[in-house]
């Protein structure tokens, strides 16, 4: 198991440097094009593989244990180290990773986005894979920032050669904010792993020799906060997101919600909890202020656009959701509760599953109407799913209600532990104000409800026959069936059966805020 998690997180770029060579080895095609497209998935599929038989092999009584660990020292003098591991915090986002990559790469060999070489592509899409493996992988908080960055090349490139109108000025947009955000991020990870003689991030958070004066602590939570709440994004650092995924080609815009977000809480979760409790019990108001904030902005944003005669994109309708579905998690996660912050990482995960669903369905939408604006979609001579495509409007009506919390999906319990964790939050926090930030989120979940519901009545309810003069529009292909399918399947499972993600996560939950201690 331990080689197992190393091949997991190296496999990727391995398969990226045999993306860029004449031919792939061993794999064929009618074309080169075809053959390194094939390559893709291959090697997507492969990880996806092992990482289902590390999930299988990880020793579900101990899920709050490091396994399958790798530790070599790296930089004797720093104490920095190639440790890798996985508990059950990281696992499922792990899974989570190698299973929407794999589904992109797949949804890529059919549907390949307009622009250069496919091998460019490929060899991208798996860095990418491989830096975000990584993130969920390294337990050294230098590795972390290494692995945290490694990513936002790929995604750049992604967005400018192969994204839509606009492409560049949205690939800057993104890498800007992200590496501005980065560099204070670098000043508080610096600031710890200098300060307790070790970047070691499970040394860090269970050896009480090495412990932090609460000064350092506060510099090192505004530092490190900053730069990963410009990822996760929370309001206000967040006005880079809707453009990128307004750009970004339908793979993009599925990795980037469903996994490239995630990196921002859960190093809230892996690294501010455990080794800054004090600067997190300090900021924790301020964090849980900005999240509601941002669930009530993202909302009236989405309402906003999904009115008729506001010619809203579809997509940037969906990535300002995003704005608010993670302001859950932030809240959770600023409960510093076990309840809080278990609803946050079952948010995480529901959020994957539901919005990298809902980006391949506007993608699909795209594809067949030539547009993603809501008014074009809402016209007779558009698309009137329920009438023209059942398959895809069924879809995506399920998605929608997924999105706004129907009791049975994914989407429901990771906002409702959160509002519990709201309703009473850690002993050394204030709980009228906790209890306010409760009921301004609770108000959002009925903000969400009516923008997705205002989606659903648009784009898919129409005639029950096709319009007449109206361009065909074909359903779901054999291939958006295959892609999408996990994706469905997950979100009800994980609706209908919560304990198999809450009995991974809460043990290591409760271990962390523990601060190691049995």
């Given at each position: ?172 947009k993104f890498i800007l904010y992200t590496l501005l955000g980065s560099v204070v991020m670098l000043l508080g990870l610096l600031l710890i792993g ?325």
């Amino acid at each position: 198991m331990q080689f197992l998690l190393a091949l997991i997180v190296v496999g990727p770029l391995i398969g990226a440097v045999a993306a860029l060579l004449p031919a792939p080895p061993g794999l064929k095609g009618k074309s080169p094009d075809q053959a390194v497209l094939r390559h893709g998935v291959t090697v997507t599929g492969v990880i996806l593989a092992a990482a289902i038989v590390l999930a299988l092999g990880f020793d579900h009584d101990h899920p709050s244990k490091i396994q399958a660990t790798t530790d070599i020292s790296w930089i004797p003098a720093l104490d920095v180290r190639i440790h890798l591991g996985i508990d059950g915090i990281s696992l499922p986002l792990l899974v989570l990773t190698a299973l929407l990559t794999f589904l992109c790469a797949l949804y890529s060999y059919f549907k390949m986005p307009s622009g250069p070489s496919p091998k460019a592509f490929v060899a991208l899409l798996l860095v990418l894979e491989s830096g975000t493996l990584a993130t969920f992988a390294v337990l050294d908080l230098l590795l972390f920032f290494l692995a945290f960055e490694m990513v936002l090349i790929p995604m750049y490139f992604l967005i400018a050669r192969w994204g839509g109108a606009q492409r560049t000025q949205a690939a800057w947009k993104f890498i800007l904010y992200t590496l501005l955000g980065s560099v204070v991020m670098l000043l508080g990870l610096l600031l710890i792993g200098l300060r307790a003689g070790t970047f070691d991030m499970v040394a860090l958070a269970t050896d009480n020799d090495r412990e932090l004066s609460t000064s350092v602590q506060v510099i090192a939570v505004l530092a490190i906060g900053i730069g990963l709440a410009v990822k996760t994004p929370m309001w206000p650092l967040h006005s880079w997101l809707p453009d990128a995924h307004t750009a970004a080609p339908t793979v993009g815009s599925v990795l980037l919600a469903g996994v490239l977000l995630k990196m921002g809480t859960y190093g809230f979760v892996r690294i501010l909890l455990p080794i800054a409790p004090d600067g997190m019990e300090t900021f924790a108001p301020y964090l849980a202020a900005f999240a509601v904030v941002g669930i009530i902005y993202g909302s009236l944003a989405c309402l906003a656009l999904a009115r008729p005669g506001a010619k809203g994109d579809l997509k940037r309708l969906i990535a300002y959701s995003s704005v608010g579905h993670m302001g859950f998690v932030l809240l959770g996660i600023s409960t510093m509760t076990p309840t809080g912050v278990n609803g946050a990482l079952f948010a995480n995960i529901a959020h994957g599953l539901i919005t990298g669903l809902l980006f391949f369905l506007v993608g699909a939408l795209k594809d067949r109407t030539g547009s993603s604006d809501l008014d074009t979609l809402a016209k007779e001579s558009g698309a009137a799913l329920y009438g023209r495509a059942p398959r895809l409007g069924g879809l995506l009506a399920f998605g929608a209600v997924a999105s706004l919390g129907l009791p049975g999906l994914a989407g429901f319990w990771g906002e409702m532990l959160a509002l519990f964790g709201a309703f009473k939050p850690a002993d050394e926090l204030s709980r009228p104000a906790f209890l306010t930030f409760m009921a301004i989120a609770a108000f959002g979940t009925l903000l969400t409800a009516a923008y997705m519901l205002v989606v659903v009545r648009r784009v898919c309810m129409g005639p029950t026959a096709e319009p007449s003069g109206a361009p065909k529009l074909a359903d779901v292909h054999g291939y958006e069936f295959a892609a999408w399918t996990p994706l469905v399947a997950l979100t009800v499972l994980a609706g209908l059966w919560p304990a198999a993600l809450l009995g991974l996560t809460d043990p290591a939950v409760q271990q962390l805020l523990a601060g190691g201690k049995s």
